[in-house]
């Protein structure tokens, strides 16, 4: 444990010493903010304020997908690109440590540059009502997607030897897993449904978006997260085969 | 301390290293001698618990490194040929954290650092960030991070691989320093830094051990026992380099390079003919400019075995 979190805390300290965390996190707020206005306030008819916080998690959760494949991609592959990743394998530190301390490293800038949002759903105060249950419930399921989108992140940086290849690995798996969905629709029974549950997006994010937990929804985003973490500590342990 | 039996690595059909059997004492100091792609750095990554081994075994302090990678690493100290370094740390944050991967204790981290800047001469760096030192600075990082922790073995990869001159004689003295200390392996092209560093030598062909023991050892049982010297004289003397080759013991000599300015000439000799050079040439009435031992027999040794097919000198 104490390894993964020597990995996760000089990981999170290089997200804040180099400038792309600080690029990642603005245009990921600035992009937001953009698209709250627009799409959440700025519409002529008067909405309920659910209606509105529905929105604002609605447009996040594609802004939560895209930031976790670019904070996600140089967490093993940049190692591997510069050579770094022969300090990890010649200490005595397993390969699951190194895998946990990176993704929970990503998770936790995930989670920092993830509050200062917070000041969007308080807008609604202005004109509405808000639900703390509404908001909560919503950033849970931000987190939940933004766990599984990283995990799936970190596998594909273990699996790539540069970051961009490590983006495409990422990015086409999560393009994948949420396109299961619609693929579902073109199927007949009972692969449909086998491809409905299995859909990254469709079926389990919009509960949390309108304020309703599921527990079937948190255990598909948790078994999600853990069988790309364990993935990519299998990756890893071949690796020494090569 | 190291015991390797009948190691061997393939990448998919091409075998790095085949049958490679070779033991290490304790407080050695090894140099590994190879052309490109011999298998140097597959055997030191395989040493270093980094890579596992197609068959054959590699026990370092009696642990075997395919059943016991994480306890054997804790005494190793491994610089790759490219230093491990995260450009973005300074120099002190990142020997520390060096430090606490290799679980040096928290009390002890500062010292162990301190420690190991004075060895690499880092001190006045500890404060700048990795990313804005110069090559020769990095390559000193890279080799405290090895030592940081004070392991028992130490692997270095072509430590000086990229340096200019005078940071290459700075990276000579600081292995020379490290002696005693840890157990060494070396890898490198520069013979005069393995000659100069290394207590035996192993000599890599093609996956293959062609050759171990001293430079002394090597060159007797490759029959170069002989020495060449190298003498400058004023002018252009007739026949003196066949009055050179009339010295006892001299098998050879021959000019290098002649002009009405100055004459080079090498002489082969089994044994050290400096002195009878010296007089043959003074007493010949010869302005004598330069007179020194070529020491080129490492060299020659090396190109002997490394250009000799595997299975031994045909």
């Not at chain 2, 940071?167 to 002696?179: A, F």
């Not at chain 2, 890599?204 to 004289?233: C, F, K, N």
Request: proline share 4%; glycine share 8%; with cysteine.
């Amino acid at each position: 444990m104490t390894a993964t979190w020597l990995i996760a805390r000089r990981e999170l300290a290089a997200y804040l010493r180099t400038m792309s965390g600080y690029v990642i996190a603005a245009a990921a707020l600035f992009v937001q903010g953009i698209l709250f206005n627009a799409l959440a306030l700025g519409s002529e008819q008067n909405r309920m304020s659910t209606e509105v916080l529905s929105q604002f998690f609605w447009v996040y959760s594609g802004a939560i997908i895209v930031v976790s494949v670019l904070l996600s991609m140089r967490l093993l592959a940049e190692e591997r690109q510069t050579g770094t990743i022969v300090l990890l394998s010649s200490s005595p530190v397993r390969e699951h440590e190194v895998v946990l301390g990176k993704f929970f490293s990503s998770l936790i800038f995930l989670i920092l540059i993830t509050i200062p949002s917070v000041f969007m759903p308080l807008l609604i105060l202005v004109n509405g009502k808000l639900s703390v249950g509404h908001v909560a419930t919503g950033y849970l399921g931000l987190f939940l997607l933004g766990s599984a989108c990283l995990a799936i992140g970190t596998l594909g940086s273990t699996l790539a030897r540069t970051q961009l290849l490590a983006v495409i690995i990422s990015g086409g798996m999560i393009a994948g897993m949420i396109l299961l969905f619609p693929m579902g629709s073109l199927t007949e029974r009972p692969l449909n449904d086998v491809l409905f549950a299995l859909g990254l997006w469709h079926r389990h994010y919009p509960p949390f978006q309108s304020g309703l937990i599921n527990l079937r929804d948190v255990v598909y985003y948790v078994v999600v997260t853990y069988f790309a973490l364990f993935l990519a500590i299998r990756v890893l342990e071949a690796r020494r085969w090569r | 301390m190291i015991e390797v039996d009948k190691l061997t690595k393939y990448f998919g059909e091409r075998a790095a290293i085949r049958d490679l059997s070779f033991s290490i004492a304790k407080g050695e100091v090894v140099g590994f001698l190879g052309l490109n792609g011999a298998g140097k750095t597959t055997t030191l990554r395989i040493l270093g618990c980094q890579l596992l081994p197609s068959s054959g075994t590699v026990t370092v302090d009696g642990l075997e490194v395919t059943q016991n990678p994480y306890e054997i690493r804790r005494n190793i100290g491994f610089l790759p040929d490219t230093p491990p370094l995260y450009t973005e740390m300074t120099v002190g944050g990142y020997l520390a954290f060096a430090a606490r991967l290799r679980q040096v204790p928290r009390q002890q981290v500062a010292a162990r650092v301190a420690e190991a800047e004075d060895k690499t001469a880092l001190r006045e760096v500890h404060s700048e960030v990795i990313g804005e030192l110069s090559h020769g600075y990095r390559q000193r990082v890279g080799l405290a991070q090895a030592i940081v922790h004070k392991p028992a073995l130490l692997i270095l990869d072509e430590p000086s691989a990229g340096l200019d001159p005078a940071q290459i004689v700075e990276m000579r003295n600081l292995m020379r320093g490290l002696r005693g200390e840890h157990t060494v392996l070396i890898s490198s092209h520069f013979l005069t830094e393995i000659s100069q560093t290394c207590d035996r030598l192993l000599v890599i062909q093609a996956g293959e051990l062609v050759g171990q023991g001293t430079e002394d050892e090597l060159g007797q049982a490759m029959g170069q026992g002989s020495a060449a010297v190298e003498v400058e004289i004023k002018g252009q003397p007739a026949g003196i380099a066949e009055r050179l080759a009339s010295i006892a013991g001299v098998s050879k000599a021959r000019v290098v390079t002649a002009s009405d300015v100055a004459t080079t000439l090498e002489v082969i000799a089994s044994r050290d003919v400096r002195a009878e050079v010296a007089r043959l040439l003074i007493t010949e009435g010869c302005d004598l400019l330069r007179l020194e031992q070529n020491d080129r027999r490492l060299e020659s040794i090396f190109m002997n075995l490394t250009q000799t097919p595997p299975g031994g000198p045909q």
